[in-house]
């Protein structure tokens, strides 16, 4: 009975260990498919028990990524789909690199995000409607890329049935007008959006 106990005990704590891991596995997922000519990755050791020791990571208290901290670190490359599984994840900053290709629809997965900073890349696509599930997102900073197509309505509505406070999305190819409609009395929510893709509606 008591083996049995013991190897049920040692399997959940495999589980853990697996389940903990996978967000270390996650990024370096990504790190692979970056070109990282400054080595600011060179951390990301993935024989470590989870990614909380890596330089430009951040967890909390149950080992959890909750920052990744990536700003004008010299990065190209695309983003990952599989960013999406880091369930904790509450601030993504990835500004000012040479960052390529769309943004994966499974960033929409992150429920905790409170800021997205994706501004000053090379950033394409359509922004996926998928970030309209980003109840806690308060900064989406999406300025400075080439993202075209129109802005996902579910994405505006998260000023009334979110927490968004600021949206920057100048200086794309994006089309359509954003109506700036702050009559609930929600505080201060600044939509910037390039005055030229405004006339273009
Ligand atoms: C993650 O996102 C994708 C695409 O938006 C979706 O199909 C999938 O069900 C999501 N997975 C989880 C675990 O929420
Ligand atoms: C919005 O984006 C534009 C273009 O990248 C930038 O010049 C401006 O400073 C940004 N404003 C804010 C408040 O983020
Ligand atoms: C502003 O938004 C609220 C909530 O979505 C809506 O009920 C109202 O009709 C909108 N007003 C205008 C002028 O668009
Ligand atoms: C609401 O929008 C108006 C017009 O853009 C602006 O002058 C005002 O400061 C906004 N109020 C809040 C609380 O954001």
């Known amino acids: 009975m008591a083996s049995r106990a013991l190897i049920y005990l040692l399997l959940v704590a495999a589980i853990a260990t ?61 983003l990952s789909r599989y960013l999406g599984i880091l369930t904790n994840l509450q601030y993504l900053e990835v500004y000012g690199n040479k960052i390529s290709g769309s943004i994966p629809h499974e960033i929409g997965n992150l429920t905790s995000l409170i800021s997205l900073d994706l501004y000053g890349n090379r950033l394409s696509g359509s ?3 998928s970030l309209g599930n980003l109840l806690s997102l308060k900064y989406l900073r999406l300025n400075g890329n080439k993202f075209s197509g129109k802005i996902p309505t579910g994405i505006i509505e998260l000023i009334f049935h979110g927490n968004l406070q600021l949206m920057n999305v100048s200086d794309n190819l994006l089309r359509g007008t954003v109506r700036h409609n702050n009559s609930t009395g929600f505080a201060v929510t600044n939509i910037i959006q390039d005055p030229r893709a405004m006339k273009m509606n």
């Open 18 to 78: 697996v389940n903990c891991n996978s967000e270390g596995d996650a990024l370096y997922a990504w790190k692979t498919k970056l070109v990282d000519k400054n080595m600011v990755l060179q951390s990301w050791d993935p024989t470590l028990v989870n990614p909380c020791t890596w330089f430009h990571i951040t967890c909390n208290s149950d080992d959890s990524v909750v920052r990744v901290d990536l700003g004008n670190a010299g990065l190209s490359g695309p």
């Open 127 to 129: 922004i996926p409607a």
